[in-house]
């Protein structure tokens, strides 16, 4: 997961784009251009380019939308001093807002893509509880991955991109473009077909600098399991909201997140599931087998099958 390129979008609410691209120059140096009304671009030290544009979606008439540049697992460290420098500057984030995370798609294939498609959709319900996607992002802006696609890729299984494709608008398209109607799902597969990269919005707006980091981390852990799975099933997962914190706790420790490095990114990405993070069902002494015993972050990593 550290050897994946990503890129950010960060919508906001409360200051104007002005601010945002001053507040971002004052942690990454460089210069600033454009014309602030609409977007504006502020080239850093190192000659990549943050830009700040304006987004009609968003509530608020002070409002903007961070787009970063191609970041490292070795960027997040000042992407999250990017997100204080906003925050303080009075940056926040409303019910309008959204993350767009960006994973470069250039190792991925036919098969990791479908493992991808196929990981995401077996725990989807899950995710979307974890991540709290509002009703109204679920219905418009990031919505579940289709039936009818997932159906596809099992019936067909693609050998090409060609057949993703297909798969993904369910007919030969040779030119995909920015704004097709297929874009607004939870993992956006037109992205990857029209620049290069998969994009994951389920993420609602945040600026808060540790929680877009587990946000980030979540999304590159799920991208490298698909890279070295050699298959994956797709057959959806019931959502239980009485184990949900267990099993999404569960899910991370498969994805990698496991010990004190991923310790903050457990936190954010589970507290908003019900239940024990360390329990399944109810709590047992440790000495009754069975289900719902007690179990260490390391069993519960062996018993996450």
Request: glycine content about 8%.
């Amino acid at each position: 997961m550290k050897t994946l390129q990503f890129g950010i979008e960060i919508e906001t609410v409360g200051v104007t784009r002005r601010t945002l691209a001053e507040a971002i120059q004052s942690v990454v140096g460089g210069r600033i251009s454009g014309d602030f009304l609409m977007n504006s671009t502020v080239t850093d030290a190192r000659g990549r380019k943050w830009r700040v544009v304006r987004d009609g979606s968003l509530s608020h008439e002070c409002s903007g939308e961070i787009v970063s540049p191609i970041l490292t697992y070795e960027d997040i460290e000042e992407l999250q001093n990017i997100i204080r420098a906003v925050h303080q500057a009075g940056a926040r984030a409303d019910a309008s807002c959204g993350i767009h995370i960006h994973i470069n798609g250039r190792r991925f294939g036919a098969k990791s893509i479908s493992n991808l498609v196929k990981l995401i959709h077996k725990q989807e319900r899950l995710f979307e509880h974890a991540l709290g996607v509002s009703p109204h992002r679920l219905a418009r802006f990031c919505r579940p991955i289709e039936a009818d696609f997932v159906a596809r890729l099992e019936m067909h299984p693609p050998m090409t991109m060609q057949q993703v494709s297909d798969a993904w608008y369910g007919r030969r398209k040779t030119n995909p473009t920015r704004y097709d109607a297929s874009r607004y799902h939870g993992l956006n597969l037109n992205s990857l077909f029209f620049r290069g990269t998969i994009e994951l919005r389920y993420f609602n707006g945040s600026t808060h600098a540790d929680e877009v980091k587990a946000y980030l981390q979540f999304a590159l852990a799920i991208a490298a399991k698909a890279l070295a799975s050699k298959t994956a099933s797709s057959k959806r997962r019931e959502f239980n909201p009485a184990t949900a914190k267990y099993d999404f706790r569960v899910v991370l420790l498969h994805l990698g997140l496991i010990g004190d490095e991923f310790k903050t990114a457990r936190l954010h990405l589970t507290k908003n599931l019900a239940g024990s993070a360390a329990w399944k069902g109810e709590r047992r002494d440790r000495r009754t087998p069975g289900r719902g015993n007690p179990t260490t972050e390391n069993d519960g990593h062996a018993r996450a099958a």
